[in-house]
């Protein structure tokens, strides 16, 4: 059984900071990319930036240059520095992980944390 414990959620005003931690835990061989989703209420679940076993890292436009993503590969630990945050980053936030368990590989998800930015 893989789970993946999320921390660091909570309220902020626009143009604070945040840092998203997500550990993942149980047994497993591996893990390859890792990456955080975010959903806002009435919208799509969507992507805001993966991070690959090497450190390749990829952005969602309207995060690029204020967020960044990060891993520890010791702590099986992906993070989400999150800057400069407008309202519209308001959202659960979940973390995602594709785990090697025995022979294959799947998709694991956080239980998600709510990042609120507001004034």
């Known amino acids: 059984q893989v789970q993946l414990v999320e921390s660091g959620g909570g309220l902020v005003q626009p143009g604070g900071s945040l840092r998203l931690s997500c550990a993942a835990s149980g047994t497993f061989f591996s893990i390859n990319d890792m990456g955080w989703y975010r959903q806002a209420p009435g919208k799509e679940r969507e992507l805001v930036a993966t991070i690959t076993s090497g450190g390749n890292t990829n952005y969602a436009d309207s995060v690029e240059g204020r967020f960044t993503i990060s891993r520890d590969n010791v702590k099986n630990t992906v993070f989400l520095q999150m800057d400069s945050l407008k309202p519209e980053d308001t959202a659960i936030y979940y973390c995602?992980?594709?785990?090697?368990?025995?022979?294959?590989?799947?998709?694991?998800w956080g239980q998600g944390t709510q990042v609120t930015v507001s004034s």
């Open positions: 995602n992980a594709a785990v090697r368990v025995r022979f294959h590989t799947s998709d694991y």
